[in-house]
């Protein structure tokens, strides 16, 4: 089926960086096209997920546009230039890239590999380190420690890491990610999702991310393109928009059920009021903390240390049984933390488990900010949902309303 639809333009009007016009790719011996006739717009800055089942044509597409599969017919357009016919490793060196196996080189340390783009691009020694340190220190990496390892000598989350830091490291205006936390564990996909999206906030890179996970899809995507076999595009919208008005039964049943849970992935700590729980400073004694606790509503509070930071809980029971030790000796560490860009289902998983049923909010540096509760959660679900009633009776109203003659 060719896909005779007119060019689908994102909803907001934006620089568009990429432009797919008619773009088509038929393998040897097949008789269908992998990707028919796919035009799309991707505005500047914005990450834009191609999400569909195996075989739908995403990877494809991706691929096509810096060029690693040629396309049998269309156009891409970047940055207003047609480089369908443009040499294409000029047009790669313009363009990071990120898969899911990183790719990293095995006989390249950590500073050899991210140099490669910028040796390319003819950068002198000096402009080299410092941007391998730059990127290193962006991706939360200690150059010290880690310029000269080799990729074996690293977790599979710091290769990862040092995967992003080399696609970014010629500065490209555009990124291509091909599923690149898929080979993870989830607990660290998580924390590289988190951390991708806060580097994202400060770098504004136009990101093309093709995963197979409507529930990434959502959380990482400004706009998110559900494709059909050949690439065919069976919604282009926010994920908002796709959550509360699926265009059609497929995308329904490709986001399937629990809506309201998934757009949790649509909200961040950051965007919420914070709830406060009783806190101590470190150096306070046994008998301050159990004041603290004797004139709030909880049963522990919150140790913080010399840096503001959380370190542990301590219950009354604890320091009632606590003979003559400090605050150190007390009660649990902390777990179930989260950062302020943290979206409100990654909250939501940790308070599930934590053993206050509450997740403690800090800063890129661990400062406590404050917490999220069950509360909280609820709050934001009731003021999604009142949201999109609003937004629905508004539609109605609109369609309603007869034409201007």
Request: charged letters at 25%; a negative charge; hydrophobic letters at 35%.
């Amino acid at each position: 089926m060719t896909q005779t639809e007119p060019l689908q333009a994102p909803p907001a009007a934006k620089r568009t960086m990429i432009q797919l016009e008619g773009l088509t790719k038929t393998f040897p011996g097949t008789k269908k096209p992998a990707v028919d006739n796919l035009s799309l717009e991707i505005p500047e800055g914005e990450i834009v997920i191609l999400v569909g089942s195996s075989g739908c044509g995403k990877t494809t597409t991706m691929k096509m546009i810096n060029r690693i599969i040629e396309p049998s017919g269309g156009r891409i357009i970047l940055e207003g230039e047609d480089v369908t016919k443009a040499d294409p490793d000029e047009l790669r060196r313009r363009i990071g890239y990120v898969i899911q196996q990183i790719g990293l080189f095995p006989h390249m340390t950590i500073e050899q590999n991210i140099a490669t783009v910028p040796k390319l691009l003819g950068w002198d020694k000096k402009r080299i380190s410092d941007r391998i340190d730059e990127l290193l220190e962006t991706v939360s990496m200690d150059p010290a420690l880690y310029r000269r390892r080799y990729p074996k000598e690293l977790s599979g989350g710091q290769q990862q890491r040092v995967g992003v830091a080399r696609a970014l490291s010629g500065d490209p205006d555009v990124m291509l990610m091909d599923e690149p936390f898929g080979a993870i564990d989830p607990i660290t996909r998580e924390r590289l999702q988190n951390e991708f999206l806060r580097l994202q906030a400060d770098v504004k890179k136009t990101i093309v991310f093709v995963t197979h996970d409507i529930d990434e899809a959502i959380k990482m995507g400004d706009r998110i393109a559900i494709l059909q076999e050949g690439a065919n595009i069976a919604q282009y919208a926010t994920p908002e928009e796709i959550l509360t008005n699926p265009a059609n039964d497929f995308v329904a049943d490709f986001i399937g059920s629990g809506a309201s849970l998934k757009r949790l992935n649509l909200s961040r700590v950051r965007d919420i009021e914070l709830s406060q729980w009783p806190t101590v400073s470190v150096e306070a004694t046994p008998d301050e903390a159990l004041e603290v606790i004797r004139r709030s509503e909880e049963s522990s509070v919150l140790v913080l240390d010399k840096n503001n930071r959380p370190v542990r809980w301590v219950g009354a029971t604890d320091i009632q049984r606590r003979g003559e030790r400090n605050l150190l000796q007390l009660g649990a560490p902390t777990t179930a933390t989260v950062h302020m860009h943290s979206t409100l289902n990654d909250a939501l998983n940790e308070m599930i488990t934590a053993s206050h049923s509450v997740a403690i909010v800090v800063t890129n540096d661990g400062t406590y900010q404050g917490i999220v509760d069950i509360d909280r959660i609820n709050e934001s679900i009731r003021a999604m949902r009142s949201a999109t009633r609003t937004r629905m009776r508004g539609s109605l109203k609109h369609s309603s309303e007869p034409d201007d003659e």
